[in-house]
């Protein structure tokens, strides 16, 4: 028959066995999740390099186009300069030649406003003349296969 104490002993021997077992099963566990743990981080420093050689290649990249901008403004504020220059040689001959030049051409001008509004005015007249409502827009009474061509739309509006 088996005593008590050879009972207990039997008894710490299978705990102690289950217990080495849940260790050994933990400590595969954790050396499997290291194992995964130090690919990804080893994966995640690859994309980083990675990213890294990115982001230098479109610093530099800026940097050239910084250079470039750099270039096109110096080279705009020597245009820059040259036009001023030719605007004074421009203003030093320019008000003679300007007030000889638009003398006459005032009362052309006035002439040309003043028939333009006559027309404008015998065109909305004829158009109410006829029965037909006027056509909305700034040329009452013209005709509005013109507008088509311009506006290039068959309705005759404007976008």
Do not use: C, F
Request: avoid cysteine; charge should be positive; charged fraction near 20%.
């Amino acid at each position: 028959m088996v005593t008590a104490v050879q009972a207990a002993v039997v008894a710490a021997a299978a705990a102690w066995v289950i217990g080495v077992g849940v260790a050994v099963y933990v400590m595969l566990k954790a050396a499997r999740l290291m194992s995964e743990t130090s690919t990804t981080v080893t994966g995640l420093r690859e994309r980083g390099d990675l990213l890294i050689e990115r982001a230098n290649a479109a610093i530099d990249r800026a940097g050239e186009q910084i250079t470039k901008t750099e270039a096109v403004t110096a080279s705009i504020e020597g245009v820059t300069a040259t036009m001023s220059e030719l605007d004074g040689h421009l203003t030093a001959l320019a008000p003679p030649a300007a007030t000889q030049a638009s003398a006459p051409a005032r009362p052309l001008t006035w002439a040309a406003a003043l028939v333009y509004g006559i027309r404008w005015a015998l065109g909305t007249r004829r158009t109410e003349r006829q029965g037909t409502a006027p056509q909305a827009g700034p040329w009452p009474g013209r005709d509005a296969g013109r507008r088509v061509a311009l506006t290039g739309r068959a309705d005759g509006r404007s976008r």
